[in-house]
């Protein structure tokens, strides 16, 4: 058994995390908070980085920092029912019903459709996607040598074409930095710290935590410390990357508004962009960059789905989930991208909140003796403001009126919690319940120490 590892394989695991958590929305957001952000690009990226990365390595800590062997168990200190309910339904979100299915869509988008004729659009999304989830198949049939094939042979190849365009945005801007839009020319921080919610990233690390430590375990490092130690210095590789492309992303949205215009999304920035400094070449590029980075994180989605229902149902093999899976995102993906992402945010506004307040309490948990029933109040009071989220989020996406109970209830939401508008109503409440709870809780087994003590010394 040995506690540490040579940098090199540090790196290795964090170059591998980077691809699993890299994907085109992770170039297509910082792109477009860039645009809008303007000037204020500064403080936008800075809310930006705290959650689009310092969430999601808050998640990698938070399994390393649990000693759990999987999300179920971490889940299952709220209640064994919970920890099922949730992680299959986290797994299924950033698996076969969303997350996996965007990444074939996005690519489509982004990397072929723009050199496939518009009257075959969809036959060509079919065409793509079922090479796509084959591909993803293949690689994850072979689970075992996901640090090689992800972090030694597609990493390096997004890494250095992303850098390649980047270096040349510093060194050659495309123009000078614009004018702030709508909501970043005064709330520019807290409109880039929610902007970097949509990378999903932080749900994503709960599972993509577990590939890490068995990883790392792998490599003959076993005790909690030496996971959690080795977790983090993984961590700070992805991370470190990550946050490097997203702030060159960002500039370059920035000082593109003059010579491209302002665009709905930020996929036509990286675009014009490829093509501004290298021609044709760039946008070959810019296609090889978005088919690599979705197919690592569509890799590693499936490898994690199929294993969680495997141990959760195993009489279904494996290899059969894997399967199924990559058929089911083969499907979905050709709803095509905007139904796909319409459709995850409510569940988004659900489940997000809940995969944070789950990493806090992971952390706190030594200081109310790993209380089940302060891991239940803080959950319960996330899960009645996130599902009323979900669900007005769902209303106006159908365009349908709120119900009688629901607008009531998020009037008097608006009306009470601080940061209800901003999406962070949970969070005040939240650390009330376990404040409230955890008090609570020391309070009885102070009394209960104290009691033994009286018995004791009775006798």
């Not at 792109?31 to 980085?49: C, E, R, S, Y």
Request: hydrophobic fraction near 55%; aromatic fraction near 14%.
């Amino acid at each position: 058994m040995q506690n540490k590892l040579p940098f090199s394989r540090y790196f290795i695991i964090g170059v591998m995390l980077f691809a699993l958590f890299f994907g085109a929305g992770n170039l297509i957001f910082p792109a477009g908070l860039g645009q809008m952000a303007g000037k204020n690009i500064w403080m936008a990226i800075g809310g930006f980085l705290i959650t689009g990365i310092g969430l999601p390595f808050l998640g990698i800590l938070a399994m390393g920092f649990s000693g759990s062997k999987n999300l179920q168990e971490l889940a299952g200190r709220v209640h064994p029912v919970y920890g099922i309910i949730f992680t299959s339904l986290l797994y299924l979100t950033i698996g076969p019903f969303f997350a996996a299915p965007r990444t074939g869509a996005v690519a489509y988008d982004i990397g072929i459709a723009p050199f496939v004729g518009g009257g075959f659009g969809q036959v060509g999304l079919i065409l793509f996607t079922c090479v796509f989830f084959l591909v993803t198949l293949w690689f994850s049939l072979n689970p075992a040598k996901i640090v090689d094939n992800v972090g030694k042979i597609l990493s390096p190849g997004i890494i250095i074409l992303l850098f390649v365009l980047l270096v040349m945005v510093m060194v050659k801007p495309v123009g000078s930095i614009g004018a702030p839009q709508e909501s970043y020319v005064n709330g520019a921080f807290m409109k880039g710290l929610m902007e970097g919610y949509n990378t999903m990233d932080a749900l994503a690390s709960l599972v993509f935590g577990i590939i890490v430590i068995n990883a790392i375990r792998s490599m003959g490092v076993t005790s909690t410390r030496g996971i959690l130690m080795a977790s983090a210095k993984s961590g700070i590789v992805a991370i470190v990357f990550l946050g490097i492309i997203y702030i060159g992303i960002a500039y370059l949205g920035a000082t593109s508004t003059g010579a491209f215009g302002l665009f709905e999304t930020g996929g036509p920035v990286l675009g014009k962009a490829a093509s501004y400094y290298f021609g044709t070449a760039g946008n070959f590029m810019l296609s090889i960059v978005i088919i690599l980075a979705c197919l690592t994180t569509s890799i590693g989605l499936m490898t994690a789905c199929g294993e969680y229902f495997h141990m959760l149902l195993p009489k279904v093999s494996y290899k059969m989930w894997v399967v199924f899976f990559s058929v089911v995102s083969f499907v979905v993906a050709n709803f095509g991208l905007a139904n796909i992402i319409n459709f995850s945010i409510p569940v988004l506004m659900l489940l997000y909140p809940l995969a944070v307040t789950l990493m806090l309490l992971t952390f706190l948990s030594k200081l109310f003796y790993y209380s089940r029933t302060v891991y239940a109040s803080a959950i319960a009071v996330t899960f009645m403001i996130s599902l009323i989220d979900g669900l007005k989020t769902l209303c106006k996406l159908l365009e349908i009126s709120y119900f009688g109970w629901l607008q009531a209830i998020i009037s008097f939401y608006e009306k009470t919690l601080p940061l209800y508008n901003d999406g962070l109503g949970w969070l005040l409440p939240v650390f009330i319940a376990i404040l409230i709870s955890g008090c609570i809780v020391r309070l009885h087994n102070f009394s209960a120490i104290r009691l033994k003590n009286k018995e004791e010394g009775a006798h």
